[in-house]
């Protein structure tokens, strides 16, 4: 035998044996100083309110400090961007939602990176259903007739959203693709300002978070005509599914919430992520916070999730293939 091949090998060996052992002893005290939790998003928005209830009891169940730090922007990719270049220590985490997934689709040459290949999945913490909504006087008291509408006039029916490639949007392309109907978007700098121009009227319909949505409804300014949900809400009595009716796959394509950390963080820290946040998410409080939010609690393993992040991409990339998405910039 080459005694020059057998020692390659044999430092090759020592050389992952001691990769693995510092792996594991920097998970054994870790963490040691704070971790910062960096959100795409600005304050106040579902992520950053999720991020901040998830962190503060991760913070318990971890004895340092999980410190929230908001860099919106750029779709959410200047904090995405931060993390991917972070040292893979757990010290930098990422919450974000499916932006992650999205930006790469429509801006290829602005967003060059895989979200699986540039980051370590840690766990989706919730998805927060879509419900379409209408004016509470608009002449659609339910989600067949609205169809029947947009199939009578192709182009006729408009729908907003936050933007192009948002969530409201592709859950619209979504079903646009589903029924075969031809419908305008509309695009505006926020939910807020589309959801304003929903009670006015001046817009056919709209997908939009649970959160709030019963208050409209209430004060007779909103109709929910579906939920994109599994099951029926107690919120929203006679409302049917969009499964039910047919359209299935929205309750998997929900805006998610997850937790993500820089490709090649150590195994060990992963999990000991995982289980902080897992635990932080099964106790009582949390899931009664979030579910004022309108959000389902997740809290899946990182293989879990990983996996999520594949079908997701797959789903978006299928949508806006068939809806024939542009956003009109190369991303040069």
Same mark, same amino acid.
């Given at each position: 035998? $080459? #005694?020059?091949? !057998?020692?390659?090998? *044999?430092? &090759?060996?020592?050389?992952? @044996?001691?990769?693995?052992? %510092?792996?594991?002893?920097?998970?054994?005290?870790?963490?040691?100083?704070?971790?910062?939790?960096?959100?795409?998003?600005?304050?106040?928005?579902?992520?950053?309110?999720?991020?901040?209830?998830?962190?503060?009891?991760?913070?318990?169940?971890?004895?340092?400090?999980?410190?929230?730090?908001?860099?919106?922007?750029?779709?959410?990719?200047?904090?995405?961007?931060?993390?991917?270049?972070?040292?893979?220590?757990?010290?930098?985490?990422?919450?974000?939602?499916?932006?992650?997934?999205?930006?790469?689709?429509?801006?290829?040459?602005?967003?060059?990176?895989?979200?699986?290949?540039?980051?370590?999945?840690?766990?989706?913490?919730?998805?927060?259903?879509?419900?379409?909504?209408?004016?509470?006087?608009?002449?659609?008291? $339910? #989600?067949?007739? !609205?169809?029947?509408? *947009?199939? &009578?006039?192709?182009?006729? @029916?408009?729908?907003?959203? %936050?933007?192009?490639?948002?969530?409201?949007?592709?859950?619209?392309?979504?079903?646009?693709?589903?029924?075969?109907?031809?419908?305008?978007?509309?695009?505006?700098?926020?939910?807020?300002?589309?959801?304003?121009?929903?009670?006015?009227?001046?817009?056919?319909?709209?997908?939009?978070?649970?959160?709030?949505?019963?208050?409209?409804?209430?004060?007779?300014?909103?109709?929910?005509?579906?939920?994109?949900?599994?099951?029926?809400?107690?919120?929203?009595?006679?409302?049917?599914?969009?499964?039910?009716?047919?359209?299935?796959?929205?309750?998997?394509?929900?805006?998610?919430?997850?937790?993500?950390?820089?490709?090649?963080?150590?195994?060990?820290?992963?999990?000991?992520?995982?289980?902080?946040?897992?635990?932080?998410?099964?106790?009582?409080?949390?899931?009664?916070?979030?579910?004022?939010?309108?959000?389902?609690?997740?809290?899946?393993?990182?293989?879990?999730?990983?996996?999520?992040?594949?079908?997701?991409?797959?789903?978006?990339?299928?949508?806006?293939?068939?809806?024939?998405?542009?956003?009109?910039?190369?991303?040069?």
């Amino acid at each position: 035998m $080459d #005694l020059r091949l !057998l020692s390659g090998r *044999a430092f &090759a060996a020592a050389f992952a @044996l001691a990769l693995a052992w %510092s792996a594991a002893a920097r998970a054994d005290d870790y963490p040691s100083r704070p971790i910062r939790m960096e959100v795409g998003y600005a304050a106040g928005g579902p992520t950053d309110v999720v991020a901040r209830i998830v962190a503060k009891h991760m913070s318990e169940n971890l004895g340092t400090s999980v410190i929230v730090e908001n860099k919106p922007g750029a779709s959410a990719s200047i904090a995405a961007n931060d993390v991917m270049r972070s040292a893979p220590d757990g010290y930098k985490v990422l919450v974000t939602s499916l932006t992650l997934n999205v930006n790469p689709l429509l801006y290829p040459k602005r967003y060059d990176y895989d979200p699986v290949k540039a980051f370590e999945p840690i766990t989706n913490f919730a998805n927060n259903p879509m419900l379409l909504v209408t004016n509470y006087d608009s002449p659609y008291k $339910d #989600l067949k007739s !609205l169809i029947a509408d *947009a199939k &009578a006039h192709p182009g006729k @029916l408009t729908f907003g959203s %936050s933007g192009v490639g948002g969530s409201a949007h592709l859950a619209a392309e979504m079903l646009s693709t589903m029924a075969g109907i031809k419908m305008i978007h509309v695009p505006f700098k926020g939910n807020g300002p589309a959801l304003q121009e929903m009670v006015a009227g001046r817009i056919s319909f709209m997908f939009y978070p649970s959160v709030g949505i019963a208050n409209y409804v209430a004060a007779k300014q909103l109709r929910v005509l579906a939920v994109g949900t599994d099951e029926p809400q107690k919120e929203f009595p006679g409302v049917p599914t969009l499964d039910s009716l047919g359209f299935k796959g929205f309750q998997q394509g929900a805006p998610w919430i997850g937790m993500l950390a820089p490709a090649g963080t150590p195994k060990p820290i992963v999990d000991k992520l995982n289980k902080a946040a897992v635990e932080a998410l099964a106790k009582p409080e949390v899931r009664e916070q979030l579910a004022q939010l309108g959000a389902v609690v997740v809290a899946d393993s990182p293989e879990h999730f990983r996996q999520f992040l594949i079908e997701d991409k797959a789903r978006w990339a299928d949508v806006i293939k068939k809806g024939n998405v542009t956003v009109g910039d190369d991303g040069n």
